[in-house]
């Protein structure tokens, strides 16, 4: 099992960046798939992106989202660019063994308590 702690969200204006943090302990993120996910009010659990043996990102995302691994921090981080007030809501980062398409909630077995994002327009 492998514990999860997601920061760095915030409020912030349209055109603006955040870089969000993943912090695993327990076990190191190599031995994982590390995604992110969002969830707005209402809304159900997107994917955003992911890091395993292969980099994924939603459409929403491409061209403007990065996710990425620092091994000696243990860490995931997910570099989002150019915000949109469509980018408002929680993101959580989840980990899973093994992801057969990385995309289905239902695939991952932890996940952090989630962190708000908030872009205003």
């Known amino acids: 099992q492998v514990q999860l702690v997601e920061s760095g969200g915030g409020l912030v204006q349209a055109g603006g960046s955040l870089r969000l943090s993943c912090a695993a302990s327990?076990?190191?993120?190599?031995?994982?798939?590390i995604s992110w996910f969002r969830q707005a009010p209402g809304q159900e659990r997107d994917f955003v992106a992911a890091s395993g043996s292969i980099t994924r990102l939603a459409a929403s995302g491409k061209g403007r989202f990065t996710i990425s691994r620092e091994r000696a921090k243990n860490t995931v981080y997910l570099q989002m660019n150019s915000l949109t007030p469509e980018d408002t809501a929680v993101y959580y980062c989840?980990?899973?063994?093994?992801?057969?398409?990385?995309?289905?909630?239902?695939?991952?077995?932890?996940w952090g308590q989630g962190t708000q994002v908030t872009v205003s327009s």
């Open positions: 989840a980990a899973a063994l093994n992801a057969g398409s990385y995309y289905y909630p239902v695939e991952y077995d932890s």
């Open positions: 327990g076990r190191s993120v190599s031995s994982f798939v």
